[in-house]
């Protein structure tokens, strides 16, 4: 009997920690989602405040993580994988074919949809109006994002 008690216990305890260990791992995931795209922000003012607005065009399709002070300790750096299934899972790294940011997903993540294998993130330029009223052929502003893609 007290063989079965452990036995249930143990079930329990382990189902909780993958539960647990997965749930840290999508934090850790979004937190960096989060620092890049402060990263990014911080660029865009500097070069705005510093009248270097022409070169917002140069961030389009950079690598997000050259945003951040230090790479994440889960990043493969610049690559381009013959066989991505090889690669480990819950890592990220920068595809320069397609200038897509990739993050692995490991299996059961909270961030993806159920059978996604990873995501992919890429900077972009918006061109948007300085006035809600002024036409969309005078467009006066420029807004870089980082943005999930299909």
């Known amino acids: 009997m007290v063989v ?3 036995g249930i216990l143990m079930a329990v ?3 909780r920690l993958a539960f647990y260990r997965q749930q840290a791992e999508d934090i850790m995931f979004k937190t960096m989602l989060v620092s890049m795209r402060t990263g990014l922000r911080i660029q865009v003012m500097q070069l705005t405040n510093y009248g270097k607005g022409g070169d917002l065009q140069k961030l389009e399709g950079a690598n997000p ?3 951040l ?3 994440p300790v889960n990043y493969l750096g610049e690559i381009e994988p013959d066989d991505e299934e090889k690669l480990p899972r819950g890592h990220w790294y920068y595809r320069k074919s397609d200038r897509n940011l990739r993050y692995l997903l490991n299996s059961g993540s909270f961030v993806a949809n159920e059978g ?3 995501l992919n993130f ?3 330029l918006l061109h948007v109006s300085k ?3 002024c036409p969309l052929d005078q467009i006066t502003a420029c807004r870089a994002v980082l943005e999930q893609m299909e």
């Open 65 to 67: 993580i050259g945003f």
């Open 13 to 15: 305890l382990l189902d």
């Open 122 to 124: 890429k900077v972009k």
């Open 4 to 6: 079965v008690v452990i």
């Open 131 to 133: 006035n809600s009223a």
């Open 116 to 118: 996604q294998k990873y």
């Open 69 to 71: 002070q230090h790479p």
